[in-house]
C-alpha cells in the first residue's frame, strides 16, 4: 500500500496539474471506485460538475482537494481519495487510450489533460464529503500529523508513545498516533534508530524517541526526494512516473542480504499477517518480560 512519500508525490501532481481548474464532466466506470461516497454513483456525479478543485491536500494516505462553487465561493465540500492497495490518480492528454482498470474520469472546462482514477485491485476510493471549518474532512480528523508536517507535535508524540503498552512497530503503524506510516517506513526507520520493533514503548528512553523520530523524518523525506518506493508499475505519480526509494532501502525486503552497517545477514520475521525486516546485530530483539 502506498504511504506517505508515495501519496505526498500524488499530492504534489494533483496541486501542479489539477487544482484551480473547473470540473465539466465526471465518468463513474465502476461502482467499487466511489463506494465511500454513500449517496451514489449520480450524486457523486451531481456533486462535482460545475465545481472547481482548488487545491490538494494530504493527511496520513488520504487526499482531499476542496471544492468551490461556480460563483468561487467555498462549498464546504471536497474530493476525497484512498489510493488503497493500487489506485492510481493520473493525469492524462484526452486521446491517449483508456487504461484496462479505468474507474473513473474527470475533463475540465478547459479542455487539456483530465484527470483518471485507475485501480486494479478496486480497494481505493473517491468520495464528496463535508469539509466544514478548515476544510479537513471528518473522515479524516482521527489521522494524526505525520512527522513532516509543520505542526507536528514532537513533545506530545513523544509522551503519547512512552505512554503506550506496547510494540514500538505497531505504534508506528498506529495512524491515530502518527500519521503516513507503513510498514516500509517503519521496518527503515527502526533500522537507523537501532531498535527492534518488538522493543516496549513504556521502556523506550527520550534519547530513544529522539533517535527513533529523526529515522522516521530523514527516511521519509529522503523517499520523496526519490519519489517514492516502486515496488511494481502500480505506485506512481500522476504522470505515470515510478519512484526510486527501492534502491535504497536498508532492510525492508532485504532478507539474507548484509546490513548496509555492521554486514549481518537481514533477517525476516512474521508481523500482524505481514513480514519485518532488521538487523540482529544492530538491532537485538528485547528479552522477554518475566512474568511475576
Not at 18 to 26: C, E, L, M, S
Not at 151 to 175: I, M, N, P, W, Y
Request: with cysteine; proline share 7%; aromatic share 6%.
Amino acid at each position: 500500500m502506498p504511504e506517505l512519500p508515495e501519496v505526498e508525490v500524488v499530492r504534489r501532481g494533483l496541486e501542479r496539474w489539477v487544482a484551480g481548474r473547473t470540473v465539466r464532466q465526471v465518468e463513474v466506470h465502476h461502482p467499487r471506485a466511489v463506494r465511500r461516497h454513500l449517496e451514489g454513483a449520480e450524486h457523486f456525479v451531481a456533486a462535482l460538475t460545475g465545481r472547481t478543485l482548488t487545491a490538494a491536500h494530504r493527511r496520513g494516505k488520504y487526499l482531499w482537494l476542496p471544492l468551490a462553487e461556480p460563483d468561487g465561493a467555498p462549498s464546504g465540500r471536497a474530493l476525497v481519495a484512498h489510493l488503497g492497495m493500487s489506485g492510481q490518480l493520473l493525469v492524462e492528454k484526452p486521446a491517449e487510450p483508456d487504461e484496462v482498470h479505468l474507474r473513473a474520469r474527470f475533463r475540465f472546462t478547459d479542455g487539456g489533460r483530465e484527470l483518471r482514477f485507475v485501480d486494479q485491485r478496486t480497494f481505493g476510493g473517491l468520495a464528496v464529503e463535508d469539509a466544514p471549518g478548515d476544510g479537513l474532512p471528518a473522515r479524516l480528523a482521527h489521522i494524526a500529523t505525520d512527522p513532516l508536517d509543520p505542526g507536528f507535535d514532537v513533545d506530545a508524540f513523544s509522551a503519547a508513545l512512552r505512554r503506550r503498552h506496547t510494540e514500538v512497530k505497531r505504534a508506528l503503524l498506529d495512524q491515530t498516533l502518527i500519521g503516513g506510516i507503513g510498514n516500509i517506513y517503519a521496518d527503515e526507520s527502526l533500522w537507523r534508530a537501532r531498535l527492534h520493533g518488538a522493543r516496549p514503548t513504556d521502556k523506550l528512553t527520550r534519547a530513544q524517541v529522539s533517535d527513533l523520530l529523526e529515522g522516521v523524518r530523514d527516511v521519509l523525506g529522503e523517499s520523496l526526494a526519490q519519489g517514492g518506493t516502486s515496488f511494481d508499475s502500480l505506485y506512481v505519480d500522476v504522470n505515470g512516473q515510478s519512484g526510486y526509494f527501492s534502491r535504497h532501502l536498508a532492510v525492508y525486503g532485504q532478507v539474507d542480504r548484509p546490513c548496509p552497517r555492521c554486514g549481518t545477514p537481514i533477517r525476516r520475521e512474521s508481523f500482524m499477517n505481514r513480514s519485518s525486516y532488521s538487523c540482529p546485530q544492530c538491532q537485538p530483539r528485547p528479552r522477554a518480560r518475566s512474568a511475576r
